[in-house]
């Protein structure tokens, strides 16, 4: 990474206390820290969905093919500045750092995946992890290539304030790479009730939007060339692997049952949301997007 931004992130806030909007970034960071074991055992470091091309990849492979397509999407090559906006526990940001030499500047708001990514994941000279939000990330105008979110919008209550952000602090020329749980268009009653909003407060998720909703806010940001794949049938696998290491968990391992049989963890109840998010891919009611914009050159 250059001194020079380097330095200026440096100067800026460590940590906003609050979002833009009503919901608080207590509940979206509890949940990742209280879950913190879990995710690792049933999803692995990347904590996102996995991309099944043929059929035959593991897991592991799946999971990192979605990388793989967000690099090619973004263009990720040697020295490419790459802000990686909800990075998690920093799996991503090791691939690009060290696969294809980019310069990752990442951001999670919860403590213990900051942790993690900077004991684990960090690669000297080209990552740094910020605890951040990103409605106040206090990033310096026009300081990247690339603007990649995995899974990070489910958790953003104002998208066209999502990516304002990311077109603002992109250079002429940058791109943005996005994928995101989305439901279909125009989800029933009962799909709305017992599934999408279900799913969004068990998993502290802003909502489950359809594509026109993040395509209206990419082009109101000022972004050209957008356009967005529908990969549902390429990650729904996804869930029934969580499902069964979940299943397997509670059968073999006593920190499982302590765990989602005690009061005390109200998220908990994420373990039902497992299987919600499995039928409703199943049922068509949930999609994936994988989105891909320019800012023009000016």
């Known amino acids: ?49 996995g991309v099944w091309h043929t059929g035959k990849e593991s897991d592991i492979e799946a999971a990192e093919n979605l990388v793989t397509m967000v690099a090619d999407a973004g263009q990720i090559g040697q020295g490419t500045r790459v802000c990686d906006i909800g990075c998690g526990y920093g799996a991503t940001a090791k691939i690009l750092a060290e696969r294809r030499g980019a310069e990752v500047t990442g951001m999670t708001i919860s403590e213990v995946q900051l942790s993690y990514a900077q004991e684990f994941n960090a690669v000297p000279g080209k990552t740094t992890f910020l605890l951040r939000d990103w409605y106040a990330n206090q990033l310096p105008d026009e300081s990247f290539d690339v603007v990649i979110s995995i899974e990070s919008l489910e958790h953003m209550p104002d998208l066209p304030k999502f990516f304002a952000e990311a077109n603002r602090v992109l250079r002429p020329g940058g791109r943005l790479v996005a994928s995101a749980w989305m439901s279909c268009e125009n989800p029933g009653a009962m799909s709305r009730r017992f599934l999408i909003d279900a799913i969004s407060r068990e998993a502290q998720l802003a909502g489950i939007r359809p594509a026109s909703e993040f395509m209206a806010a990419i082009k109101l940001a000022n972004f050209s060339n957008a356009s967005m794949d529908d990969l549902a049938k390429k990650v729904k696998r996804t869930w029934p692997l969580c499902a069964w290491r979940t299943i397997k968990g509670l059968l073999t391992k006593a920190h499982y049952r302590r765990f ?15 299987f919600r998010i499995w039928l409703a891919y199943n049922l068509g009611v949930m999609r994936y997007g994988f989105f891909t914009a320019e800012k023009p050159r000016q």
């Open 1 to 49: 990474m250059t001194d020079s931004l380097q330095r200026k992130i440096d100067a800026a806030p460590a940590q906003a206390v609050s979002s833009a909007s009503g919901m608080t970034l207590g509940g979206v960071a509890s949940h990742y820290d209280d879950l913190d074991k879990f995710y690792r055992e049933i999803w692995g470091e990347h904590v996102h969905h």
């Open 260 to 274: 989602i049989f005690s009061s005390k963890n109200p998220n908990r109840i994420f373990a039902l949301t497992l």
